[in-house]
């Protein structure tokens, strides 16, 4: 039994638009919620195959919560990481069964990848990061989604 009235959601300035878009000529980026993304390395299946491009999601509250639920996360905290990574890798190569198994046998340096890939996205909504020119100083944007240890 309902005991207040449900409240009404405040009416949105942009009411006329599509909820999470904007327009192309000036108004805000639409939501994004995958983003491709290509391994340093690649997971390599059973059959031997190297697998580099894949696909995250952005995660949901409950991405972040049911992980805390899992024995193996209880028993090891690191372990949080790769339940977390499993629940919004969505396609790695031709593989789209991603389980902890998975991600467990990434290379380190694709974990370390994806983890850092989660926060970008997670946490600023994009895959560029800022960078200085080491030799002439110049400041420029550069996309973390893909390439190789040391590319962009």
């Given amino acids: 039994m309902r005991r207040t009235a449900p409240a009404e ?14 327009t192309r000529s000036g108004g805000r980026e639409p939501l994004r919620t995958e983003f491709p993304f290509e391994l340093p390395r690649g997971y390599v299946d059973d059959a031997g195959v190297v697998h580099r491009t894949g696909v995250m999601r952005l995660a949901t509250a409950r991405d972040e919560l049911v992980p805390l639920r899992d024995d193996r996360v209880r028993e090891n905290s690191a372990y949080l990481s790769v339940v977390l990574i499993a629940r919004v890798v969505t396609r790695i190569g031709t593989v789209d069964d991603i389980h902890p198994g998975v991600i467990e046998d990434l290379f380190a340096s694709d974990l370390a990848f994806l983890q850092d890939f989660y926060r970008r996205i997670n946490a600023e909504g994009h895959t560029r990061a800022a960078v200085t020119c080491p030799s002439c100083q110049e400041e420029f944007a550069v996309n973390l989604a893909g390439g190789r240890l040391g590319e962009s």
């Fill in 9 to 22: 959601a405040p009416q949105r300035p942009d009411a006329h638009l599509p909820a999470g878009g904007g």
